[in-house]
Each structure stands twice: as structure tokens, then as C-alpha cells.
């Protein structure tokens, strides 16, 4: 009786363990996967305080935009030819090469042209010589005719140019020479009806072309349509023409390119690095500021907007030009808390 009575209270001490167990392990995955965890991603304004990267605030400016895309053209080209008779006498340039304005390309033979001129100067000065006005009318336009003439049998750069196509061979009869103006490019873009009065005559351009993305280059607005057509969406659009500064070598005719045409004044704002920015727990944005001398950190809760892939600019909050920054720790992507893009 004794032995059973022993047995049966080792039973219920096991029982007891394993009950107490029981509960522990219940408690542990509900605290642990059912009950709502603390925040990792917010921080206390003390626990920012302690991170000493300082970043700091600066004045920029926003400027409305319009944006434009296109591909660049010569400003002015010329297609010249000696004719199916004549024989090319001397050539001087291939395709691809770059010529300076003046510059002989090409001549043909100049002998009789040449000969033709001295006889008509010749007999126009024994014309004046002896006072026969009507002879020397007659002259002076045949003289003027030759020497036009005589130009035509050498093809002269009229402006610095790259040949951009030649089929003419030295020796041999006909064959053209094609040259393309290298400054200024030109290009024609076309612009939305509600951004067409935004766009003024000598308005600047800042364009990158695919070719060389990193590098920025300058253009202005030199025309623009007085009318409006309309496009393969059905939507009016009007045409405005660009003239781009002095372009490097290889940036090439027919290039294409986008930018933006600056249409505003520039207007000042504050703008700061978006690793300065926070998000509090209840969504509201925040920097940790210290101005002038002070030492503590103040939390500042703003509003902002996009300004660059870096920066975003103060539209709301106590953020002057020259303020320190702390750091703030990341948070969830910028697009979801930007309230503005700039230039729309």
C-alpha cells in the first residue's frame, strides 16, 4: 500500500513538472510570435543624439522645368559637285575629316576659267580707257559672270564643317562632296499646349545626351511655332527650336538627347540630405537639429519634397541654411513619403 501510494505521488510530481513546462513554453511562443514586438526601426530622439555624423542644410534653387527630348542636326549643310564632265583635278579631304571655314577641298581644272577672266579684264579696261560707258556696262556683268564662274571650279568651306559624305575620286569625273556645319547644332522638340506659353524666346536648355549620359551640356531656344498641330495621340503640341553651344568631337549629327527647358526664375529653398531625414512612429517626418552653438540635438518634425536623388527641400519645419544634421537611421523608400516632385 505504501509502495503504490509512493508511486502515484512521483506521478503527480512529474505531471506538475511537466505542467509547469507546459506553461512556460505556451508563454514564450505567445510573447514571442503572437503578441505585437517594440519597433526596431524607430528611434528615441536620446538614441538619434548619440549619432555625431554631422550632415548640414543649404540654400539651392527650384526652377520650373519643361522636358524635352530630340536629336541634334547641323545648323547648315551644302552638297557641292563638279558635273558629270568635268574631271576632279585635285582632292583634298575624305569623309570624316573636320575642315575649317575657308579651307580648299577640292578643284577641278581652272585653266580656261582663268584665261576667260583675263581676256574679259582686259577688254574692259581698253573699254574705260577709251570712255565707252555702254561697252563697259556689258563688260562688268560678263566679268562678274566669270569670276562666278571661276569660283565654282573650287570647292572653298564656307563655314568650319566635318565632310559627312564624298564619292568624288581625284582623276576622275563627277562624284559629290557633302559638308555639315559643326557649330551650332540645331535641334527641333516638341512641346505639350499646357507648357507652351511656358516656353520663352533665349529660355536656357540643360540637355545629356545617351551617348554621354554624365556629361551636361547648354542649349537655348531660338524659335518658336506661332501655331499649334497635332500629334498621333491627338494631342497639340507645338514645334520649338533649340541651338546647342560648341559641342565636343564626339558628340555627333543625329544624336539624340533629353533635357529640360528651364521655363521660371529660379526660387530659393532649403534643401537637406535625406540621410538627415527620419520617420517617427506615428509616420510624421523628422530631422535632428542643432543650430549655432548649441550642443543638444532638437527634433524637428517637417514636411518635404523631392529635390534630387540626394536632397529633399523643406516644405514645412524650423530648417534654415547653415543648421547641423544628425544622421537618421533608414527607414521605407523615399517615393512613399515625397509629397512633390520637382518641376511637375
Given amino acids: 500500500m505504501k509502495k503504490s501510494q509512493k508511486k502515484g505521488a512521483k506521478r503527480r510530481f512529474r505531471k506538475f513538472i511537466l505542467l509547469i513546462l507546459l506553461v512556460l513554453v ?21 538614441q538619434i543624439a548619440k549619432s555625431e555624423v554631422l550632415l548640414f542644410a543649404k540654400a539651392s534653387t527650384l526652377e520650373e522645368r519643361v522636358e524635352v527630348a530630340g536629336n541634334i542636326e547641323a545648323q547648315d549643310s551644302r552638297v557641292y559637285s563638279f558635273g558629270a ?16 571655314k575657308g579651307q580648299l577641298l577640292a578643284t577641278t581644272d581652272l585653266s580656261d576659267a582663268q584665261l576667260l577672266v583675263k581676256e574679259i579684264e582686259a577688254q574692259l579696261a581698253a573699254a574705260r580707257a577709251e570712255g565707252r560707258r555702254s561697252s563697259i556696262e556689258t563688260l562688268e ?8 564662274q571661276l569660283e565654282k ?23 559629290k562632296l557633302e559638308i555639315s556645319s559643326t557649330a551650332p547644332f540645331v535641334a527641333t522638340v516638341s512641346v505639350g499646349e499646357l507648357d507652351a506659353n511656358k516656353v520663352k524666346i533665349d529660355s536656357s536648355v540643360v540637355a545629356n545626351f545617351r551617348v554621354a549620359p554624365d556629361e551636361e551640356y547648354k542649349a537655348r531656344v531660338t524659335k518658336k511655332s506661332p501655331r499649334a498641330l497635332t500629334d498621333a495621340r491627338g494631342s ?17 549629327e543625329g544624336f539624340s538627347f533629353s533635357g529640360s527647358i528651364v521655363s521660371g526664375e529660379a526660387t530659393p529653398v532649403v534643401v537637406v540630405p535625406n540621410d538627415a531625414i527620419g520617420e517617427l512612429p506615428s509616420g510624421e517626418l523628422y530631422v535632428m537639429r542643432k543650430r549655432g552653438d548649441e550642443t543638444q540635438a532638437t527634433q524637428v518634425v517637417v514636411e518635404v519634397a523631392y529635390h534630387n536623388s540626394t536632397e ?15 544622421q537618421a537611421p533608414p527607414f521605407k523608400a523615399q517615393s512613399e513619403w515625397n509629397v512633390g516632385v520637382e518641376g511637375e
Fill in 26 to 46: 505556451v508563454g514564450f511562443v505567445v510573447t514571442r510570435f503572437v503578441l505585437p514586438q517594440p519597433a526596431k526601426s524607430a528611434q528615441t530622439a536620446s
Fill in 85 to 100: 564632265e568635268r574631271e576632279v583635278l585635285e582632292l583634298k579631304v575624305a569623309m570624316g575629316d573636320r575642315v575649317e
Fill in 141 to 148: 556683268i560678263k566679268l562678274a559672270q566669270a569670276q562666278k
Fill in 153 to 175: 571650279l573650287s570647292i572653298v568651306a564656307p563655314f568650319d564643317a566635318v565632310v559627312t559624305a564624298c564619292d568624288m575620286q581625284a582623276g576622275l569625273a563627277g562624284g
Fill in 236 to 252: 497639340m503640341r507645338i514645334a520649338v527650336e533649340l541651338e546647342f553651344e560648341q559641342l565636343p568631337a564626339h558628340i555627333l
Fill in 312 to 326: 529633399s527641400r523643406i516644405m514645412k519645419g524650423d530648417i534654415a541654411e547653415g543648421d547641423k544634421l544628425l
